[in-house]
């Protein structure tokens, strides 16, 4: 399999490459602008910025993540200096050798090269020279190391955020499969009882459950599923909780006759339903569950509203708890910042409203 760089390390070095060509650059224009073009003396800035190259390219390639990034702090700094020390030198012997910054008109030798002229007013002594190397060396290597450094973060903030994307993958996944088994236990008791009062109402609710069941283990396992059939599961579960509750919860369910063909994610609402029906029901007292689907040609509306008891003393911190959380997780994970999730907790109801995109 032929390698490929990560986006990040490919940006960097496109960074690299623009940065350095464009000082590259800076001499021919600068000749160009003066009306002239003087070629040996593009050749000795271009020397010169070679070397420069080479200390930021060592720094940044070899030395930062051999040493720096392996903590061996000591070392990176020892190695920069003579890195610094290396390279200053050597453009301080070659300079007066071979090209240097005089002014143009300076004479040449017949072999082309530049004949400095040490006693010229325009001349640096050697330590003016070593000092403006020495800073523009430091600024090249500090400048190195920050995109270097900036460049490793970011590669790990994204390896982070895809670590968080996988995370999130599997709280969905569990999410979609936490139906609670006593739900189908008790709905096979009800089936089981039902049997000898009512045999049609019991084979309609084992046609019901075995729907249900097939979606969880089939179609919950795609990454989207047809509107329609999430409306026929969530139908069916329904109808099996009302076997649970019998005529003890008022039940409304409001669905468009007409349901487009679009996808959704599946199980997106049974967490939803199953906690409004988990925390909405109180036997000694009149309970309702609410459920409706708004559909339009962009956005699709789930309402769910449920009764809310004085006697369910811990109903907040049980419903906002980690259930809740993992499913603003798993929004998130589908749709990002494309979603509104608003939840009402009144004092005797509690409303959810949900509106995805489609």
């Not at 760089?5 to 600068?30: D, G, N």
């Not at 003066?34 to 070629?39: A, P, V």
């Not at 006759?257 to 609402?269: A, C, G, N, R």
């Not at 449920?306 to 998130?332: F, T, V």
Request: proline share 5%; aromatic share 12%.
């Amino acid at each position: 399999m032929k390698a490929h760089l990560p986006s990040s390390r490919k940006i960097e070095v496109l960074f690299y490459v623009l940065i350095w060509a464009l000082v590259f650059s800076v001499p021919y224009f600068s000749e160009r602008g003066s009306g002239h073009l003087n070629w040996n003396t593009m050749a000795g800035h271009w020397v010169n910025l070679s070397g420069f190259l080479i200390i930021f390219l060592v720094n940044v390639y070899i030395l930062v993540p051999r040493l720096l990034l392996k903590k061996r702090y000591l070392y990176y700094f020892v190695s920069v200096s003579l890195l610094i020390i290396m390279g200053i030198a050597i453009n301080m012997i070659a300079r007066p050798g071979f090209f240097s910054f005089a002014d143009p008109g300076t004479d040449f030798s017949p072999d082309g090269f530049r004949q400095p002229d040490l006693n010229s007013p325009n001349s640096k002594p050697p330590f003016m020279v070593f000092a403006d190397n020495l800073i523009i060396c430091i600024l090249i290597v500090g400048a190195g190391t920050t995109i270097r450094l900036m460049a490793k973060w970011l590669s790990e903030e994204s390896l982070r955020k895809d670590a968080e994307k996988e995370q999130l993958k599997t709280n969905l996944a569990l999410l979609r499969h936490q139906v609670s088994p006593h739900f189908f236990m008790n709905t096979l008791n009800n089936i089981h009882s039902l049997i000898e009062i009512d045999s049609e109402k019991a084979q309609d609710a084992v046609v019901r459950l075995s729907t249900l069941m097939r979606y969880l283990l089939y179609d919950s396992a795609q990454n989207t599923i047809e509107l329609k059939k999430e409306i026929e599961f969530i139908n069916s579960f329904i109808s099996l909780m009302q076997l649970r509750h019998s005529d003890e919860v008022e039940v409304t369910v409001v669905i468009p006759e007409k349901v487009p063909d679009t996808k959704i994610p599946p199980m997106l609402f049974i967490s939803l339903l199953e906690n409004a029906f988990k925390h909405g029901v109180s036997y000694p007292q009149k309970s309702y569950i609410y459920f409706e689907l708004r559909i339009d040609s962009a956005f699709l509306t789930c309402i769910i509203k449920n009764s809310k008891h004085k006697i369910a003393a811990n109903y907040q911190g049980e419903y906002s708890g980690i259930g809740l959380d993992n499913i603003k997780e798993s929004l998130k994970l589908l749709y990002e910042d494309n979603f509104q999730l608003n939840i009402q907790d009144k004092e005797s109801e509690f409303e959810v409203d949900l509106k995805i995109p489609i």
